[in-house]
């Protein structure tokens, strides 16, 4: 613990360099990464998600207003002190 | 406990556009936007793909947690008017 201090207080006497890579990695596996070329996997299926997302959740909506409307029809006069 | 119980459907469903989804769909943009800074990219005109996604993330929680919300309200709602039904005496109208 005390050796971890003693590095700990090194490192905030002396300025370090901003590491030119966001997140450190194993330099065995760590590609730098390319922002010039697009990722094509990755754009499709960013966009196929999000397409499968929206498609979803519009369905889903529908879906909940003919439940309700179905369910309040099925109800009729029967409850009027609920909404 | 299911995070929405079957009976939750018999409450109108909200608005596609609420609150929570528009809202959470902003901050999922925001954290794509923020994801481009911390990765030293132009941070608007840099993957729009993501900020698509992530947006859409955002929106899609943003509306499940509103249904939520709604639903438990509704039910506390509908246990405090079932006490009130079942104990009139305590909840007279104020006399004095």
Redesign the interface.
Known sequence: MAAGLRAVRRWGLVAAAPPRL?FTRSAFVAKK?N?AQPNWL??GL??G??AA??G???KQ?DE??A??ER?KRARGRKCT??? | MAFLPDESRSLPPPPLFNKGSVWLGFVGWLASLADNAFNQRPVIRAGVHRQILFASVGFFVGYQLVKRAEYVHAKVDREMFEYVRHHPVDFQPATG
């Open positions: 966001a990464a922002n990755g754009v960013a966009f998600s999000s997302l929206w979803f959740l519009i909506h909940d207003v439940e309700y369910r002190g609920c909404s």
